[in-house]
């Protein structure tokens, strides 16, 4: 048997069969979950494990490109306009479990190779912004760069989910640079507002403390409480567009 340790997580696979483990770790070390996948390791030493290392690399590869791309962005903001239109940035990599359970979904094998093809969020970044208003201006600087390519975009601010959900989801693809090849690897963007994320958080921790069958009172609840969100966020913004306006006119008169 072998065992390599990366990222709080061990692979495990018995040599010669084709059945693999991840054993996800919290940051004590303390094993948590068991996950199986199952390989085509052709040879029996290690293919499998080489191949799960090597997707692990470039997605976070794909993840360090996006947050480095967006401070950038912010920093040039902020000299042009000054003003920044980001508060703060979230990235993550979708964990084992997550993953096996949306190929469930999908009726796929849980394999390295499917992973790859059918789950798109595997890398994801979250956009924290104070205002509505940013959430377009940033997502059209994602689509402006010239090495990123926009594969996909769902706007839950203009048609919200019908549990008053609201973000800008965008899929795109950053070529990750490795020495004898360049991967286009998909990273899922979500830029949202302060306020939109307060409620998103809530409602996500909802959705598993009742596995996604909240009592019908808390929904209802839950569907208000965004209502308010998108009224808060609407004043917010007509307040801060006030505010600049009278800045403005100051700046005139001088």
Aim: glycine share 4%; with cysteine; hydrophobic share 40%.
């Amino acid at each position: 048997m072998n065992y390599i340790h990366f990222d709080h997580v061990i692979w495990y696979t018995e040599y010669g069969s084709p059945d693999a483990y991840l054993f996800w770790m919290n940051p004590e070390g303390v094993i948590r979950e068991r996950y199986g996948f199952r390989m085509e390791l052709t040879a029996g030493k290690g293919e499998g494990i080489e191949s799960w290392r090597e997707v692990t690399l470039i997605y976070n590869a794909a993840l360090r490109q996006m947050e480095t791309k967006m401070q950038i962005l912010n920093e040039e903001f902020q000299h042009v306009h000054q003003y920044n239109p980001i508060e703060h940035i979230k990235a993550r990599i979708k964990t084992p479990e997550s993953i096996v359970k949306k190929l469930k979904r999908y009726g796929q094998e849980s394999t390295i190779d499917n992973m790859v093809k059918y789950v798109k969020d595997i890398a994801g970044i979250r956009i924290i912004c104070s205002f509505t208003s940013d959430i377009y201006r940033i997502a059209e600087m994602i689509a402006e760069q010239r090495d990123i390519k926009v594969i996909e975009v769902k706007d839950y601010i203009t048609y919200p989910k019908a549990s008053g959900y609201k973000s800008y989801h965008m899929i795109v693809t950053v070529p990750v640079y490795l020495s004898d090849r360049t991967v286009d690897t998909r990273v899922e963007v979500q830029i949202r507002t302060v306020a939109m994320d307060f409620w998103a958080s809530l409602e996500h921790k909802m959705h598993y403390k009742f596995e996604g069958d909240a009592p019908e009172h808390i929904r209802n609840e839950l569907i208000e409480c965004a209502k308010m969100v998108s009224d808060l966020d609407a004043r917010m913004l007509s307040l801060n567009d006030e505010i600049l306006a009278l800045t403005q006119a100051e700046e005139k008169e001088l």
